[in-house]
């Protein structure tokens, strides 16, 4: 299997871009968030791959992280979420805007990707929601010096209540957890802290 292409960026078309390696051009699928990422034609790159295998194709993905590659394998795990399906999901919501939506069940957010309604949203979130962990999201940034687990866990703890609170308050999940993760949490910081910090990102 294909883990990873490097070479030199030759195009950029209008689902995939060309990548020269030692003069053969491999064309690779990426997402138009992704593509928007890409330095300038000429430039070398290194692009991590997903290799489909059709009967009548083999198809490239690419990812510009092993973290981005790692997702669009939890997506198309799903029942009834192919490659194309998959990185339609993650041209309209990057890793970290997916992990939001899918841990928040912001049905609508995901549903917005081309081909992908209601009830295939509904789906991939309860098959998901156990695969992605809150501290994949909640960035929190305890201190440099060690700190004990029990520690870790209260900042977790009071950052899922700050979300709860934010979200009692009427504002949609996602936006509460992408709100909350811009907050660092250091030991002793309290709910309502973190609250009014929250806010102040919101308003």
Same mark, same amino acid.
């Given at each position: 299997m294909i883990q990873f292409i490097r070479g030199k960026l030759v195009s950029v078309e209008e689902d995939r871009v060309i990548v020269d390696v030692n003069g053969v051009g491999y064309g690779i699928f990426m997402s138009v968030q992704a593509m928007s990422l890409?330095?300038?034609?000429?430039?070398?790159?290194? =692009?991590?791959?997903?290799?489909?295998?059709?009967?009548?194709a083999m198809q490239l993905f690419g990812f510009l992280t092993r973290d981005d590659l790692m997702i669009f394998r939890l997506l198309i795990g799903v029942n009834g979420i192919g490659p194309k399906g998959g990185?339609?999901?993650?041209?309209?919501?990057?890793?970290?805007?997916?992990?939001f939506a899918v841990l928040a069940g912001d049905v609508k957010a995901i549903s917005a990707a081309p081909g992908i309604g209601k009830k295939t949203a509904e789906?991939?979130?309860?098959?998901?929601?156990?695969?992605?962990?809150?501290?994949?999201?909640?960035d929190h940034?305890?201190?440099?010096?060690?700190?004990?687990?029990?520690?870790?866990?209260?900042?977790?703890?009071?950052?899922?209540?700050?979300?709860?609170?934010?979200?009692?308050?009427?504002?949609?999940?996602?936006?509460?957890?992408?709100?909350?993760?811009? =907050?660092?949490?250091?030991?002793?910081?309290?709910?309502?802290?973190?609250l009014k910090a929250a806010l102040k990102i919101l308003l």
């Open positions: 890409l330095p300038q034609a000429g430039s070398e790159v290194k =692009i991590h791959t997903y290799l489909n295998v059709k009967e009548d990185q339609a999901i993650l041209s309209v919501l990057p890793p970290d805007d997916l992990r789906k991939l979130i309860l098959e998901l929601r156990d695969k992605l962990k809150i501290e994949d999201v909640l940034q305890v201190s440099e010096a060690a700190v004990s687990g029990k520690a870790a866990a209260g900042a977790d703890n009071v950052q899922s209540e700050a979300v709860q609170a934010l979200v009692a308050l009427g504002y949609g999940s996602t936006e509460a957890l992408r709100a909350i993760k811009q =907050i660092p949490i250091e030991e002793g910081t309290d709910v309502e802290s973190v």
